[in-house]
């Protein structure tokens, strides 16, 4: 069972709606990310929390908007999507600063943009 | 900028058979290399963590090795079965840095 829970798993959406995507984690750890799968690729990196305030967006359009409202929540919400933002969006978590342990990721969610 | 390969992109091999997974990064200054599993749709799976100062970690049938100096690490599974199906992805974390740098995967088919 995996320790980051996201949710929902599969989204379907829009191109006018807004929506947003969850994430939890119970292990302490104060290092939360987002990031985008598209098929066949590997993740790649859309923000980084840190002690709850962000600390890396790596230009991301701003019709993502993440929000980290206690240490153990993540939220992306989503506005004004694209065709092109379907794929699998991926969160995980890490301790911060201690480099040597890992990061833990969630299952995902499918985002479908209609 | 941190260049994680891994080769080749895509393998089958019949059950039974040891798998061998190559990944090579450009710079060497890493705190540890991460392996993941990835099944289809699906998010990843920690595998093994190998830290900069270590030469292998093993799990079960999952070995991995790095030799830091050369940029390489390569994850063994022995004897393989089917359900080992799915793409194996390595990430390089450097140093002073939140980021993973990611390969692009091994796709491996295992066949009963």
């Known amino acids: 069972d995996t320790e980051v829970t996201q949710t929902p798993k599969h989204l379907v959406m829009g191109m006018t709606n807004k929506k947003s995507l969850k994430c939890e984690q119970h292990m302490g750890h104060r290092a939360m990310y987002w990031y985008k799968q598209k098929a066949k690729k590997p993740p790649e990196l859309m923000f980084v929390y840190s002690y709850e305030k962000l600390s890396i967006n790596e230009s991301v359009p701003s019709r993502f908007s993440p929000e980290c409202p206690n240490s153990s929540l993540l939220n992306l919400h989503l506005h004004a999507l694209q065709p092109e933002d379907s794929a699998l969006y991926l969160c995980?978590?890490?301790?911060?600063?201690?480099?040597?342990?890992?990061?833990?990721f969630g299952d995902g969610t499918r985002l479908s943009i209609l | 900028k941190q260049e994680v390969t891994q080769i080749p992109a895509a393998l089958s091999v019949p059950e039974g058979e040891n798998l061998v997974l190559n990944c090579s990064f450009t710079d060497s200054a890493i705190y540890n290399l991460q392996w993941f599993r990835q099944d289809p749709g699906k998010g990843l799976t920690s595998l093994l963590l190998i830290q900069s100062s270590q030469r292998e970690q093993t799990s079960g049938r999952l070995n991995a090795s790095l030799d830091k100096s050369s940029g390489r690490s390569t994850l063994y599974i022995a004897a393989s079965q089917p359900g080992d199906s799915a793409t194996y992805l390595c990430?390089?974390?450097?140093?002073?840095?939140?980021?993973?740098?990611f390969g692009k995967g091994n796709q491996v088919v295992v066949i009963p």
């Open positions: 990430a390089v974390r450097r140093y002073g840095n939140n980021r993973l740098a």
């Open positions: 995980a978590s890490s301790q911060v600063g201690e480099w040597y342990q890992p990061q833990h």
